[in-house]
């Protein structure tokens, strides 16, 4: 029998952090180390069994299979590389690092492509797989995203300007996703960047008009708000949408439904069961534990990282 994953969590007790270490339990993995500074660091060793270390230099793959980082998204790309020294596969929560600049440690790195994976959720959903197979099939004219994460207020390290605000936390899973259905470096043509919603440090709004190689347009929409949603991901925080037209019809991923239309065909709603992503995400984690590939890579997530560069600089310019 195979035995199980051995993970450890950095970051352990944060929201993320503290999501990674169910959702791999729960996949069967064992969670043998947590580092966070947190006082609640002890109590969650306890619950999972876990031993709290004060260094990620302890661990080694003889001991651990899987690293999670789970930290500010400027604190990660230096933790990520050593880990990678230390010979570690590693999952990364998004986005890359909160820069391509801050992400540079990385460059180079001769393990970087085949043992870090970066957790852009979306592509567990079960609705990502359908759209990018007809997307890979259709002539592209548009894409449309909204991304919409809720929030009571913006504090903490979202609240600090090299985090890069919402586009960097946030709008960057729709900029992955949707940059990955898309061969090429995409272009920015426009942004617009406002902190009014919160009256915030950082933009807690940010809107982008991109296009990708043979012409598709991309028009990006994503924000913190402070009102509920009725429907979501994440547990209903998050709402989520897709648009994309095409000369063959359209499709519209709208949080656990995938709007469909084909030339001159009625619309068919395909209804998906809400899943736990962070859950989903687990399972592939397990897998690249065990030497799959990366569902998404190092290359892939510093595309979106330098789309989510070129945005913040032109809505920089447009406040």
Same mark, same amino acid.
């Given at each position: 029998m195979t035995r199980p994953v051995r993970v450890a969590v950095i970051g &352990?007790? =944060?929201?993320?952090? =503290?999501?990674? /270490? &169910? &959702?791999?339990q729960a996949h069967g993995a064992e969670i043998v180390a947590l580092l966070d500074p947190s006082t609640r660091t002890a109590d969650l060793a306890q619950q999972v069994g876990a031993e709290v270390l004060s260094s990620p230099q302890s661990l080694s793959p003889e001991s651990v299979d899987l690293a999670v980082v789970a930290l500010p998204s400027s604190m990660q790309p230096q933790v990520c &590389?050593?880990?990678?020294?230390? +010979?570690?596969? /590693?999952? /990364?929560e998004k986005p890359l690092g909160s820069s391509s600049a801050n992400a540079a440690v990385l460059a180079g790195h001769p393990l970087v492509e085949d043992r870090l994976m970066v957790g852009y959720m979306l592509h567990h959903h079960p609705a990502a797989k359908a759209l990018a197979t007809w997307v890979a099939s259709s002539n592209v004219i548009s894409v449309s995203a909204r991304s919409a994460a809720r929030k009571l207020e913006v504090s903490s390290w979202r609240a600090a300007p090299q985090e890069g605000g919402v586009t960097v936390v946030n709008g960057v899973h729709a900029i992955e996703y949707v940059a990955s259905l898309f061969? +090429?470096? =995409?272009?920015?043509h426009d942004a617009h960047a406002s902190g009014h919603l919160f009256n915030a440090s950082v933009p807690d709004y940010s809107a982008a008009t991109m296009s990708f190689q043979d012409g598709p347009l991309f028009r990006l929409e994503s924000y913190w708000n402070p009102w509920q949603h009725t429907t979501g991901l994440n547990r209903s925080d998050w709402f989520f949408e897709i648009d994309v037209v095409a000369h063959e019809g359209r499709r519209l991923w709208s949080n656990w439904s995938l709007h469909e239309w084909d030339r001159l065909g009625p619309e068919v709603v395909r209804h998906f069961p809400e899943v736990d992503l962070f859950f989903e995400q687990a399972g592939a984690a397990i897998r690249f534990a065990r030497g799959e590939k990366p569902v998404v890579g190092y290359s892939q997530a510093l595309r979106a990282t330098k789309l989510a560069d070129e945005i913040l600089r032109k809505g920089h310019a447009s406040v």
């Open positions: &352990a007790a =944060g929201w993320a952090g =503290g999501r990674h /270490v &169910a &959702a791999l &590389a050593s880990l990678l020294d230390l +010979g570690l596969r /590693v999952l /990364v061969p +090429g470096e =995409g272009i920015v």
